[in-house]
């Protein structure tokens, strides 16, 4: 559904090698395989949370991951740490590496950091798959291909049919 749901964007790859792999899986393993497939002069972004991010120095081999990618935040409007720490919410150690310039980001491979709000939703993945259990409408929530997908493979589904994608069934 990631893939239908990016589809029209080349910006954006989905990649599955983590849930392809056996055992234990880590970003840095991760980042390392993509970084030997890009070239050492690509940038490359990862995309995460503010909340996950505000936790990175737990992650493995955490400070290696700034050798490996720039890291791209989306600060969510819920987000309290946020809201009272800003920057400061995050750990110590990452402060030097923020930025707000895109070009300073993107003329390098990896190593900074950007932040950047996201529209605040009331919405999240359990409630579009509460509303698509009940035979509810997910359209304009998630994009159009996704929402034939879920409907069409009755995904979630306790044997409702659900609003079919423009040009659709029913």
């Known amino acids: 559904m990631l893939k239908l ?3 029209r964007d080349a910006r954006f790859d989905v990649d ?3 849930l392809r792999r056996e055992g234990a899986t880590y970003s ?13 002069d690509a940038p490359l972004v990862f995309l995460l949370g503010s909340d996950a991010f505000a936790k990175i120095d737990t992650w493995h081999r955490w400070t290696e991951l700034f050798d490996l990618a720039h890291f791209a935040v989306a600060i969510r409007g819920d987000d309290t740490e946020w809201a009272t720490k800003g920057p400061g919410a ?15 980001m993107l003329s390098a491979p ?4 950007m932040t950047f709000a996201m529209t605040p939703l009331a919405i999240s993945s359990t409630a579009l798959r509460e509303l698509a259990a009940q035979g509810s409408s997910i359209r304009y929530l ?5 929402v034939e997908f879920v409907r069409s ?10 609003e079919a994608a423009p040009g659709g069934t029913r």
């Open 90 to 104: 995050f750990p110590r150690e990452v402060w030097p590496r923020i930025t707000l310039n895109l070009r300073e």
């Open 153 to 162: 493979h009755r995904i979630y589904s306790n044997g409702r049919e659900l």
């Open 110 to 113: 990896s190593g900074k950091v």
């Open 5 to 7: 749901a990016i589809a």
């Open 142 to 146: 998630t994009p159009d291909p996704v």
């Open 16 to 18: 599955d090698r983590e």
């Open 28 to 40: 840095h393993d991760t980042l390392a395989e993509i970084r030997a497939e890009r070239g050492p």
